[in-house]
């Protein structure tokens, strides 16, 4: 009798399917929604590490078991970081460097079903290692906000525009972003000194 679950099989019928295949790095999902309104002396009180992983299988079974950002209640965020970087401005591998933020355009009907493709776009474009300056990316946040969502790509060192704005064309490409909508590089030790979440625009790209 014909075996018909053949049709099914992978290419190179590769049919382990305990296998599980290694990222470059182990990464931490960690979460935060804060009650009240968040302080730069009161960050991080609320802030809880979720998960960590470091195989693509183990990935996929956190993300299927989460909710994703559109299902959230603002004020919330998610951020995903490589393991022993703390998702805080003060953390000794971010505090030289600065974020990507990428607002959702306006609230209309498909901003949040724009916010999950670009949220998982973008985990996937840092635990598959997408970005060409690799070493400098920290994490990625994605910020659930009444007044707008955005996507946050942490990074590494703020003085090196070469490589920041090498890492903004990538995100932006990555998460299909049009060339009409500019994003910006923000510097985590002047959002220390400022106290906002937002801070000036350093780069745009
Ligand atoms: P936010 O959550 O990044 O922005 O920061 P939000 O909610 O859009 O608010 P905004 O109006 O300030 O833009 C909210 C506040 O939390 C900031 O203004 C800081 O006071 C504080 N905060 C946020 N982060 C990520 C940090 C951090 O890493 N360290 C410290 N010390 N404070 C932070």
């Known amino acids: 009798m014909a075996d018909d679950t053949q049709g099914a099989l992978p290419v190179g019928n590769n049919t382990d399917f305990s296998k599980k295949h290694p990222l470059e790095c182990k990464w931490a999902l960690w979460f935060d929604n804060p009650q009240t309104k968040q302080t730069t002396n009161k960050y991080g009180q609320t802030l809880r590490s979720v998960h960590t992983f470091d195989t693509v299988e183990d990935f996929w079974c956190l993300y299927n078991n989460i909710r994703t950002p559109s299902q959230l209640q603002p004020p919330a965020t998610f951020y995903l970081f ?4 703390e998702p805080k401005w003060e953390d000794p591998k971010n505090a030289s460097g600065g974020c990507w933020t990428a607002s959702i355009p306006n609230k209309g009907q498909n901003s949040k079903t724009q916010l999950d493709a670009w949220w998982l776009n973008g985990v996937l474009a840092c635990i598959g ?15 659930i906000r009444p007044r707008g969502d955005r996507i946050e790509l942490w990074t590494k060192t703020a003085s090196n525009e070469a490589v920041q704005t090498i890492i903004g ?6 998460l299909d972003i049009p060339d009409t ?22 780069y745009t790209v």
Do not use: M, P, W
């Open 181 to 202: 909508l500019k994003i910006g590089y923000s510097v985590f030790s002047e959002k220390l000194v400022t106290g906002s979440g937002k801070g000036k625009d350093r």
């Open 129 to 143: 290692e997408q970005f060409s300056e690799g070493e400098e990316v920290c994490g990625i946040a994605v910020n």
């Open 82 to 85: 490589k393991e022993h970087i």
């Open 169 to 174: 064309r990538e995100i932006k490409q990555y």
